[in-house]
């Protein structure tokens, strides 16, 4: 799956007639599901209620997503998705590829501004604060929020460098404040060790696992409010997955992370919440277990026992 | 974390359906094992390379020989000519009926034995003859059947001389001149050296040996002498001067200021007058204190100052008073000049009295006798007497002289230094200017444009500005910064230096801008490759991190897009350095008086025109006196030009290299 996910499909109001490309799994599923009146529903293109179990109302939620609709020109990639995501605790987003998950998550920190022809609507707030509107600084937005993608992006520069680039970018000069945040988000990311003698190196020169941890830690340096993973272990091997999944665990708590994946098992292992997406809409949000154990609508329980998508 | 996995053996493979029989070929066919294609791709290489090669090899071998020295041939011919040179060359022609019918009997049969043997042709050779003070010529032509027989004489030396070109010759004997006589100075400077008179010299050594070793023992002390001399005629009055101009145009700066007011000759009169009488009342007063006769007129009564005018603006009296101050100062500094020139004329004449004392005497190959002041010659060789190691060292002393001398002879000899400094720094220049003008357009047109008709019709545009002859970029490089920009700079900055332009005309600066717009195109088109090859993640990670636009572009684009830029650098300084026609309207010339970089401020001089190697190199070859002797000097030219445009690139190629593995490393 490419950084931006294939968005033909979304707009296709009838699935079964016009199938977008790559996505047989989703489609043949969707042909065993087609009975079920959600998918019906969908599929005539109308908007949903979320079903939201109640265990998750009154939590603090550190996002707040409300009737958020995203246009790409003229297809519609989101749906009126409204969540909440709680703070200090891992929330992961699952769905067929083209879903919408990515695209949700980047809005979060508004990375689809990026691309010319999207168009957003609805509200979406960090902490109380608007992400969206006139008056919202991107930048600023985008320093309290971290983030690490699919595969991993080191920066062309040594590994200290990578670690501090966001103190880098704020001006901040003095050497021991930029060594002090480098050892704390390298140990946060656990590559402390690793990595603690060969600072001036460059990060290029590290394994994909490692140079993924490096992300990682890039993106705590800053203290961000929120830490999005876009799929941060679908390029690597088990090993490197297993480990960044431990750091997940580690993190959690700190920091509150949404993270994306394709892994039912690595959502069921890491995550306190799931949300489950399909065709722009949010389907299903609730605690991991109970997701995944007691689904409340029978679409969702197909998905996760892998009857499709 | 440890994981067994039970890998299921693979299924066995079925057996493939036999696909249908298409006309199925040899495996021994051509189109299987040669592919002509193959052929056909590679045979278009190989002349390519063979092209290539070959033009490298001529150059190599004919600038690589040009340098050696070869044997001097003493050839008697049977009319009656000996000459002694060089061979240059050699061909094969058919003699014309008039030569062989002028020839007596027996030897007009040994020709026609000659022609029957080579087919009707015989060889003729060039022999570098020179002396052409005396003989009107470089070069002759010998045919084998004119020689009557042929030698290396022992004592046939080769000079290499200040003036006139080469000399062959045998040394007879060596005069020294009587001591340099010192006469006082009637007009009180220092006093005056005299050469020897003509009968001031006896013979101090006789014969071909004795001679030769004298002139051994004595030619680097005049050399020195004669290098001292130089440096004295050139760079200590040309600093002298440079003292009086500038005195000269501040007086003329001031001027400027009053320009139209019509009491200004009347004024500068005036103080001229002041000034003259003032001189004559010191130079009287000098010489009665040293007792010297003192005949000069006075000069006539200063004429009184005009008045301030009726209502003058104000401050034109400061200015009138401004004026006399920089009109005494002039004269002051004139004053000082005239003294420290008369000192610099003292020691030149003592210079070359001394060095006229020291004189070889020769016999050249037609009887004549030749006498040769010893601060003539650059360079003197028997070669026939010399090893190959010494000649080896020849070889390499004449390079030297080539590296890193200035040219003489009409840039037929001598050294290319000033060439090869005038093309370095106007390639270097150009490079500075092109670079970050390249780089910003490109950076403009990949990160800020909106991709558009518009955009793609300025990629075009570009894209057509290389393929423009570059001709027609030297008649824009005059027509607009010569004549435009550098007239505009001359009457902003220089208007005190009048019609005589700074800028105004070629010059450094404004080729090194008009390559730099020539070869603008290159470093736009790389860079902008450069910037599409960054990954968008590498972008996206950096605007994540909150960086704005500008931030992501200098601290992770530009440095990941390093290297493709610095290839753009390096196409375009290949194509900067070997660029002449521009050149030759923009500033290149045959001979620059002054290196366009020096001691004084500001260092690099922009507006003084400069050498260059293309331009050398069309200019020996082409609009040479001497063209034959010229001719390898093209080739040597060549070879160094080459080479320095290599150097160049693998200097770029190096750091390039250093920065792919700065930041490139093992990326995906």
């Not at chain 1, 930048?139 to 992006?153: A, C, D, S, T, Y």
């Not at chain 1, 722009?280 to 997701?291: F, S």
């Not at chain 2, 060359?89 to 040994?110: F, G, H, I, M, N």
């Not at chain 2, 007497?385 to 390079?399: F, Q």
Request: aromatic share 8%; hydrophobic share 45%; glycine share 8%.
């Amino acid at each position: 799956m490419s950084v931006f996910p294939p968005q033909k499909g979304v707009a296709v109001t009838t699935p079964d007639a016009d199938a977008p490309p790559g996505q047989p799994a989703a489609l043949s599923g969707a042909s065993a599901a087609s009975k079920s009146a959600i998918f019906a529903a969908i599929s005539r293109g109308e908007t949903l209620p979320t079903e939201t179990h109640a265990s998750l109302a009154g939590m603090d939620a550190v996002v707040e997503i409300e009737g958020f609709n995203l246009w790409y020109g003229a297809a519609q990639a989101l749906h009126s998705v409204s969540m909440a995501v709680p703070r200090g605790m891992v929330t992961s987003l699952i769905g067929p590829s083209g879903c919408g998950k990515s695209t949700l998550l980047r809005c979060v920190n508004r990375m689809n501004d990026l691309i010319d022809s999207v168009r957003v609507d609805g509200s979406m707030r960090l902490n109380g604060d608007p992400i969206y509107g006139k008056a919202v600084d991107v930048i600023e937005l985008r320093k309290r929020v971290g983030m690490v993608f699919q595969k991993p992006n080191p920066f062309p520069m040594s590994i200290f460098e990578n670690v501090v680039y966001s103190l880098r970018i704020d001006g901040e000069r003095d050497r021991s404040v930029l060594e002090e945040a480098c050892e704390k988000s390298l140990k946060g990311a656990g590559l402390w060790n690793e990595a603690k003698e060969r600072l001036d190196e460059s990060a290029l020169s590290l394994s994909g696992g490692q140079q993924q941890r490096l992300c990682i830690a890039r993106a705590i340096a800053g203290d961000p409010e929120v830490l999005l993973l876009d799929e941060p272990c679908s390029a690597l091997d088990p090993i490197a997955t297993g480990r960044i999944e431990d750091l997940i665990q580690e993190l959690k708590g700190a920091y509150t992370i949404l993270i994306v994946t394709h892994n039912m098992q690595q959502a069921a292992r890491t995550s306190d919440t799931t949300a489950f997406m399909y065709l722009g809409r949010l389907i299903e949000y609730g605690p991991t277990e109970d997701i995944f154990l007691h689904p409340h609508l029978k679409e969702t329980e197909d998905y996760v026992t892998g009857r499709f998508g | 974390m440890t994981t067994t996995l039970a890998i299921p053996p693979l299924p066995p493979a079925a057996a493939p359906a036999r696909p249908a029989v298409r006309a199925r070929r040899r495996a021994t066919s051509l189109f299987s094992a040669g592919e002509p294609q193959v052929w056909v791709t590679g045979g278009a290489l190989v002349m390519c390379l063979l092209m290539i090669v070959g033009l490298l090899l001529l150059v190599v071998v004919q600038g690589g020989k040009t340098f050696w020295p070869g044997d001097l041939v003493e050839v008697r011919t049977h009319d009656g000519r000996t000459l002694v040179g060089e061979i240059a060359s050699e061909e094969r022609y058919v003699p014309d009926e008039q030569a062989l019918t002028a020839l007596a009997d027996d030897q007009r049969a040994r020709a026609q034995a000659l022609l029957a043997v080579g087919d009707g042709k015989v060889r003729r050779r060039l022999l570098r003859t020179g002396n052409f003070e005396l003989t009107g010529t470089h070069f002759t032509w010998v045919a084998d059947f004119e020689i009557l027989s042929e030698s290396l004489p022992e004592w046939a030396v080769l000079l290499e001389r200040q003036s006139w070109g080469r000399f062959y010759g045998v040394p007879t004997a060596f005069l020294e001149g009587e001591a340099v006589r010192e006469v006082p100075d009637p007009t009180g400077g220092p006093a005056r050296a005299l050469p020897p008179r003509p009968e001031g010299f006896t013979r101090v050594a006789e014969g071909p040996a004795k001679a030769w070793e004298l002139f051994e023992a004595r030619h680097d002390a005049v050399r020195e002498r004669w290098e001292a001399r130089r440096e004295l005629e050139s760079d200590a009055t040309g600093e002298v001067n440079a003292r009086i101009e500038k005195q000269r145009f501040n007086v003329r700066r001031v001027e400027l200021d009053l320009e139209g007011v019509p009491t200004l000759k009347a004024f500068k009169a005036a103080v001229s007058a002041e000034i003259a009488r003032a001189g004559w009342a010191a130079a009287q007063a000098a010489a009665a204190r040293e007792g010297r006769r003192f005949e000069e007129p006075e000069p006539a009564a200063a004429p009184a100052r005009p008045g301030a005018r009726q209502g003058a603006p104000a401050g034109e009296a400061d200015t009138f008073e401004r004026l006399a101050a920089a009109m005494r100062t002039e004269a002051d500094e004139a004053a000082k000049a005239e003294v420290e020139f008369r000192e610099i004329r003292g020691r030149i004449e003592r210079l070359n009295a001394e060095n006229a004392r020291h004189v070889l005497l020769f016999s050249t190959s037609d009887g004549q006798e030749k006498r040769v002041p010893l601060d003539e010659i650059v360079r003197a060789m028997a070669p026939n007497r010399l090893s190959t190691p010494e000649r080896l060292g020849v070889y390499a002393s004449r390079w030297g002289e080539f590296l890193g001398d200035e040219p003489r002879e009409a840039n037929s000899e001598g050294g290319v230094l000033p060439a090869i400094f005038g093309t370095v720094v106007m390639t270097l220049i150009m490079s500075l200017m092109v670079v970050p003008f390249g780089v910003l357009a490109a950076l403009y047109l990949r990160e800020y444009a909106k991709p558009g008709p518009l955009v793609s019709l300025v990629r075009i545009a570009i894209n057509n500005l290389a393929g423009v002859p570059s001709i027609v970029f030297g008649v824009f490089g005059l027509g607009f910064f010569c004549y435009i920009v550098g007239a505009g700079i001359d009457d902003l900055f220089f208007a005190e230096r009048g019609d005589n332009p700074t800028y105004g005309k070629g010059g450094l600066l404004w080729a090194s801008l008009t390559l730099a717009l020539l070869t603008l195109p290159v470093v736009i088109v790389a860079t902008e490759e450069a910037l599409a090859a960054v990954p968008r993640s590498m972008r996206e990670g950096s605007y994540a991190c909150g960086a704005s636009k500008w931030q992501t572009i200098r601290r992770i684009v530009l440095p990941r897009a390093m290297p493709g830029i610095m290839t753009g650098m390096i196409l375009a300084i290949a194509r900067g350095a070997g660029e002449v026609a521009p050149l030759m309207l923009v500033g290149a010339v045959k001979l620059a008086p002054a290196l366009p970089v020096d001691g004084t401020f500001p260092f690099v001089h922009g507006e003084r025109s400069f050498m260059h190697l293309g331009f050398h190199i069309y200019d020996v070859g082409f609009q040479s006196q001497n063209s034959e002797a010229a001719k390898p000097m093209v080739f040597t030219t060549t070879l160094l030009l080459i080479g320095l445009i290599v150097l160049l690139n693998v200097v770029a190629i190096w750091v390039r290299s250093r920065l792919r593995r700065k930041f490139n490393a093992v990326q995906a």
